[in-house]
């Protein structure tokens, strides 16, 4: 059985009705293993850059960045790279910085935030992002984004850096993409006028679900209540999907729900043409898009939207998709 998903890993994702959907890749490090992915995906949805500032006495220098991103923007040739600004607190701590204790790390000084309280970390980042853009298609994205505001800090952050830049006399291209992880449950709700500010957006489902259902995504003592069918989840998803696309603007799934089959069935009737995922659930997710008509796959989102719980959602999509391994 896993031979015959496996045959998929290099088939095009389109729907028997014909529809098209990018599956890219979530990147961590860049090993030469974690990099082998790129024969095999459209692109990276999710490049975390956790990795090069974790397990280190000292911060990554700018020349260091931008090496390791000219490298990935090289090897992808044309096709995206979403580069996820730095994502550090909550269960990512860092070495390298000395952050003080917090009871609810979580809901703390975490990636964007922390970004804005260290202008010369964030700075960095995105100046070696930026000299690195002309090597390829970069695609730039915020994490942990809750308000309107993050977005005009974040913006505002971009701006100056761009200015520096051009003052330096140093390339860049003017085309690299802006946009936001919608992971925070108020920037789903308010998709509508992020919609407006940014190029594309990039749906978290593992913090979506964490803040959606008020549980520690870490905790095995709530694991039960951490549930990712749960239809107030998909409500969520589908309004922020909703605001994007009535937008024009790219959306993508990047977390794990993306490279779930189950979960990848329902996001695919709800409108979304990219799912971002690890490399073992690429050849799966391939077979699930060659299989399902995506007018099922409509049919099954309005479903599992009208249902009440995640064990309900579930069942259903067992059922719904068995002949589809
Ligand atoms: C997510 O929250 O779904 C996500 C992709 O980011 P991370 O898992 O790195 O927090
Ligand atoms: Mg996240």
């Not at 500032?53 to 390791?68: A, H, N, V, W």
């Not at 913090?207 to 905790?219: E, G, K, P, S």
């Not at 549930?227 to 999907?241: C, G």
């Amino acid at each position: 059985q896993q031979d015959q998903i496996n045959t998929f890993i290099n088939k095009e994702a389109v729907s028997p009705d014909g529809v098209r959907v990018d599956i890219e890749l979530n990147l961590a490090s860049v090993s030469e293993q974690a990099l082998e992915g790129e024969k095999y995906t459209d692109g990276v949805g999710l490049f975390r850059t956790e990795f090069l500032y974790l397990g280190r006495d000292s911060l990554p220098t700018e020349e260091e960045q931008f090496e390791i991103y000219r490298a990935v923007l090289t090897k992808f040739g044309g096709r995206p790279v979403t580069l996820r600004t730095l994502d550090i607190g909550g269960d990512k701590k860092l070495g390298c910085l000395n952050l003080p204790h917090e009871e609810n790390p979580f809901l703390g000084n975490r990636a964007l935030r922390l970004c804005f309280d260290r202008p010369d970390i964030f700075r960095t980042q995105l100046r070696a992002a930026f000299r690195a853009s002309v090597y390829g298609n970069l695609w730039l994205m915020f994490p942990m984004v809750a308000s309107i505001d993050d977005i005009f800090r974040a913006k505002q952050a971009v701006f100056e850096v761009k200015k520096e830049l051009t003052d330096e006399n140093i390339a860049f291209s003017p085309d690299v993409k802006l946009g936001i992880m919608i992971e925070i449950p108020s920037i789903a709700l308010l998709a509508d006028f992020a919609a407006k500010e940014v190029d594309f957006a990039s749906i978290g489902t593992n913090d979506l679900c964490q803040y959606t259902m008020a549980v520690d995504r870490l905790n095995p003592a709530v694991n039960e209540y951490y549930q990712s069918y749960n239809p107030a989840l998909f409500r969520l998803i589908h309004l922020a999907a909703k605001s994007f696309l009535e937008n024009g603007k790219p959306v993508c799934v990047c977390g794990e729900l993306g490279g779930d089959r189950l979960g990848a069935a329902v996001l695919m009737g709800l409108g979304v043409r990219k799912l971002s995922m690890n490399i073992s659930s690429v050849a799966q997710i391939r077979k699930l898009v060659n299989e399902l008509p995506m007018k099922k796959a409509e049919q099954i989102a309005a479903n599992v939207l009208a249902l009440s719980s995640a064990k309900e959602a579930e069942q259903y999509l067992n059922s719904a998709l068995k002949e589809i391994l």
